[in-house]
């Protein structure tokens, strides 16, 4: 593998964890939301991950070189969770009910900050992988200079 595939792959990580903290945060920003535009309380929402073929152009034109092949991630979609929504007895709540009956988001604030730490931790670990090809690459042209 050279440089540049090492970089490619970790940062696809980096973008796709980039991703997931913003929809966690998004989450968290949103957890007591009863009205949003669309109508309703909002709803959680999770993005979807998939491994993707990384082709190099030599691999494009060998079309021998099928088995092994390096991967990325990328960013599918984001979903929606279809969890239940929380209803809570408020009648004074101005989005309550004729039963004064209020819908609270979906969101599991405990998930939320257990996924934003995943994410987190994956982002760290994206970025040591790239400090350390970085590395490898100064210290090889440093014995190439010697």
């Known amino acids: 593998m050279d440089i540049l595939t090492a970089f ?4 696809s990580g980096l973008t796709a964890e980039r991703a997931r903290l913003n929809v966690t945060a998004m989450n968290l920003a949103n957890a007591n939301t ?5 109508g309703g309380p909002y709803r959680a929402k999770s993005v979807v ?4 073929p990384l082709q190099s152009f030599r691999d494009a034109l060998d079309a021998s070189s099928s088995k092994d092949k390096l991967r990325q991630v990328e960013v599918v979609k984001v979903v929606e969770d279809n969890k239940e ?18 819908l609270f988001p979906n969101v599991d604030v405990e998930e939320q900050m257990v996924d934003m730490i995943s994410a987190r931790r994956g982002y760290e670990a994206n970025v ?3 400090e350390s090809v970085k590395s490898m690459a100064v210290k090889a042209l440093d014995i190439a200079r010697r």
Not at 8 to 11: D, L, Q
Not at 34 to 38: H, L, S, V
Not at 49 to 52: E, G, P, R, S
Not at 88 to 97: E, G, I, L, R
């Open 8 to 11: 490619k792959i970790s940062g």
């Open 34 to 38: 009863t009205r949003t535009m669309e």
């Open 49 to 52: 991950f998939q491994a993707k």
């Open 85 to 102: 929504l929380k209803a809570v007895y408020d009648p004074s709540h101005p989005d309550a009910d004729a039963n004064g009956v209020v």
């Open 128 to 130: 040591t992988a790239l």
